[in-house]
């Protein structure tokens, strides 16, 4: 029976353990390179203990194939000098390296890069990415397989052990696809004509590359729709590509991500139950003799322990579980697995990519900063005294990463229980799942001893009694009713979900933000046997989200029987009875209408809970401010202002101004890594 921690024997290649980081595109891209930035990324992994980290998630081969997500490019031999330099830093640290390559076909933009008309098949339109693309002339087809070739070529001149080829849902696997492909020439039709152009660039890149280079193919074992690829359409795929003798990896994924539902399918975020495709990689491992990878929501050791002991699988791919904690291999082998920090299914990672953003973890703020940011914390030269103030996401991560440093930490929290925003954002049961965040801060501040008071309602002399060096005011924020003609009928999100305001029958929820809270607010209604109308300025409901995570959260709103109206806001509430009579106006036209409800509920933000930040902030060194270049740039943050003050004060988190738990976290660390 094999173990996550056994070695496994890739061709020539002798990987050392069975944990391995599958390609994906955190949009640390520079110019289409992997630069410091994407490098040092990958290195810290290395650092962890993963076995093999495959990079450059699709990495595009071809100008008529342009990043749509901060993708790399290797369409030409400007990139070379750069993979150089990520292979050999990988490789210091004892990991293998591959690289994606990938074309596109009509899953990209035609209006971005060289504005090239996109390419498939056949003319079939892909929800996700909206072009049209070109029917692909034999010519295409040539000088596509031509550029496969080229790109393989600079990645092993790179330093690469090896490659993977992209099928599933790019253009290879839109030829195979018959949901796809609906060509009547010798890329068409039957299974081996629909594979004929996979074949062909097997064939070219294998002409181009030595014997050893590694070649992986990723591909679909069940397109789990109807009129696509069946599990027996996709086995014989498999042992197709085994024939050639070409390919040393079959990288097993399953599903369609056609649209964002289908996306949140295939890069689950929390909602949605974890790893279901392990028995599709298991069925095309019984039926070719050829090792198997898989990666879909293996988010924890347990089931990756699962997938490779039973036998479905050879390596398994915990990719967002690394982005969580890159020691994840080097804490298990240490015995160490209750401190992994949990991959919890965020989603701020592959959807802010999809948003044009750079990827982060949402609590590990290090993650992508590895050039000012560490993931390790070192001990500090001298042991001093921390106050933190607040024990939501923000204050348990100022105090585990103090603790860390050897300080003598004290936390104030003014309820009965560590979490703050987080009892509330885990309410319902589409993001219950953010509650092992604080589950897992709640391990590490207790494992490093912290001293932790809860039910105290800290104030200024509470702080100074303690003789602190430096307090850390993370106390968060509060709803305040919105300015509007009647606004006190209004009741928060907050009260709602922490049970303070009872409702029921016919609600309006106005949503002023566009992110989670509003979301959890409407299930956990919709949930008690509410009849809600979700409302918002904003041109599309969850405007901030991302595609994954919206998609989950709307499909169970719609499936709770939540209403949608968008391109509204809220202008006046009066008393009606018992009942509230909320005035809405259009953005757009200015026309009113009134809806008669039973509660309007509100999310509008928070205002930041300050009274002890300024309480305290004559007595401070710095006056309460941060150096904000020093603190970008991973250094001391604090300027010693006033010769008088007793010690450093900061605020984070909400309590500064009404963000995110990423936001929170991200100022913890910063400011207690440096302290």
Known sequence: MAKLLDPFQLKHLTLRNRIVSTSHAPNFVDNGHPRD?????????????????????????????????????????????????????????????MCQITHMGRRTAWDDGNWLPVMAPSGVRERAHRAFPKVMEQEDIDRVIGDFAAAARRCQQGGFDGIELLSHSHLLGQFLSPLTNQREDDYGGALENRMRLTLQVLDAVRA?????????????????????????????????????????????????????????EWVRPMGLPAAPHITVAGRIRENVDLPILHAGGIADIATARYAVSDGHVDLVGMTRAQMADPYLVDKLARGEEGRIRPCVGLGYCVDRVNQGKPAVCGHNAAMGREQTLPHVIAPSSARKKVVVVGGGPGG???????????????????????????VLAAKGMTRSQVWGVVDWLTSEVNTLEVDIRLNVYAEADDVLSEAPDLVIIATGGWPEPPSIPGGDLAISSRDVLSGEARVSGDVLLF???????????????????????????????????????????????????????????????????????????HVLTGEFSEHLVDHVVVEHGLIPMDDLYHGLKSGSKNLGQLDHKALINGMFPFIDVQQSGQFHLARIGDAVASRNMHGAILDALRICSRF
């Open 37 to 97: 930035r994407y490098r040092l990324y990958h290195e810290e992994k290395a650092k962890g203990g993963v076995a093999l980290t495959m990079i450059g998630g699709s990495t595009n081969i071809a100008p008529d194939s342009p990043s749509v997500f901060g993708q790399l490019y290797a369409g030409d031999d400007s990139i070379i000098p750069w993979f150089q330099k990520l292979t050999n830093g990988v490789h210091e640290h004892g990991a293998a390296v």
């Open 208 to 264: 181009e590359v030595s014997t050893e280079f590694i070649l992986s193919m990723r591909i679909t074992g069940d397109e789990l729709i109807e009129g696509g690829l069946s599990a027996d359409d996709c086995v014989a795929a498999a042992r197709l590509l085994e024939a050639t003798g070409q390919v040393d990896l079959l990288n097993i994924l399953a599903g369609t991500p056609y649209d964002d539902l289908g996306l949140a």
């Open 396 to 422: 348990l991560e100022a105090a585990r990463v103090s603790a860390l440093r050897g300080h003598d930490v004290v936390l104030f929290e003014a309820s009965n229980r560590l979490g703050g925003q987080l």
């Open 511 to 585: 949503d002023e933000v566009g992110d989670h809270p509003a979301a959890v607010a409407a299930d956990t209604m919709a949930g008690a046997g509410c009849m809600v109308e979700l409302v918002t300025p904003d041109r599309a409901i969850l405007h901030d989200l991302g595609p994954t995570t919206s998609a989950v959260a709307l499909r169970d709103m719609a499936a709770g029987g939540v209403t949608f109206n968008c391109l509204q806001e809220l202008y006046a509430l009066t008393r009606n009875g018992n009942r509230v009579s909320a005035c809405l106006r």
